[in-house]
T-cell receptor, first 112, second 113 residues
Framework: DQQVKQNSPSLSVQEGRISILNCDYTNSMFDYFLWYKKYPAEGPTFLISISSIKDKNEDGRFTVFLNKSAKHLSLHIVPSQPGDSAVYFCAAFLGGSEKLVFGKGTKLTVNP | DSGVTQTPKHLITATGQRVTLRCSPRSGDLSVYWYQQSLDQGLQFLIQYYNGEERAKGNILERFSAQQFPDLHSELNLSSLELGDSALYFC????????????FGQGTRLTVV
């Protein structure tokens, strides 16, 4: 039973345009959400996070939106750059369990 | 460079064998996490150690075990290996016992033949 789902395995956008990566979750008890970015042959690196008490968090070109009623979060990258090409993992944290639950990832390709 | 070091980077071994993966956390981090990423799968949490003690357990098989040593490095032992154990194994570390934000190593790619 996958608690965190990233239904798009891949996404391709043009440089300068917006990239929107989506993530759905099933457990309403998750209280913290994160996005990690992973380049080939490297480990995932933390990108941005959002607490369940907020609906938006912004960091430069990256914004994460949380819709708790829909159990949905999204990562917006504006403007997209070729260096953003990577696999993006959505993750959810359940404080009581102290475990991170990851989605399967979305491979983003930003074309010059 | 995340500061988390994993060795070896690649490992090829036969079914039925036993291997040990090693992880050195970032300087000052007390928590070490182990994750498995199989083909087309997300990262699956295996186990967490904090300051030498097991803190949280995920979907770790009984054939797998881990420990964290006094110098805080950790080892993941995989025994009676099966073809399905072929995966990327990541180690991550954080300062606190409860920390969703962790720093990941480059991973060890295990291939069981």
């Amino acid at each position: 039973d996958q608690q965190v789902k990233q239904n798009s395995p891949s996404l391709s956008v043009q440089e300068g345009r917006i990239s929107i990566l989506n993530c759905d979750y099933t457990n309403s008890m998750f209280d913290y959400f994160l996005w990690y970015k992973k380049y080939p042959a490297e480990g995932p690196t933390f990108l941005i996070s959002i607490s369940s008490i907020k609906d938006k968090n912004e960091d430069g070109r990256f914004t994460v939106f949380l819709n708790k009623s829909a159990k949905h979060l999204s990562l917006h990258i504006v403007p997209s750059q070729p260096g953003d090409s990577a696999v993006y993992f959505c993750a959810a944290f359940l404080g009581g369990s102290e475990k991170l639950v990851f989605g399967k990832g979305t491979k983003l390709t930003v074309n010059p | 460079d995340s500061g988390v070091t994993q060795t070896p980077k690649h490992l090829i071994t036969a079914t039925g064998q036993r291997v040990t993966l090693r992880c050195s956390p970032r300087s000052g981090d007390l928590s070490v996490y182990w994750y498995q990423q199989s083909l087309d799968q997300g990262l699956q949490f295996l186990i967490q150690y904090y300051n030498g003690e097991e803190r949280a357990k995920g979907n770790i098989l009984e054939r797998f075990s881990a420990q964290q040593f006094p110098d805080l490095h950790s080892e993941l032992n995989l025994s009676s290996l099966e073809l399905g154990d072929s995966a990327l194994y990541f180690c991550a570390s954080s300062v606190a016992a409860i920390s969703p934000e962790a720093f990941f190593g480059q991973g060890t790619r295990l291939t069981v033949v």
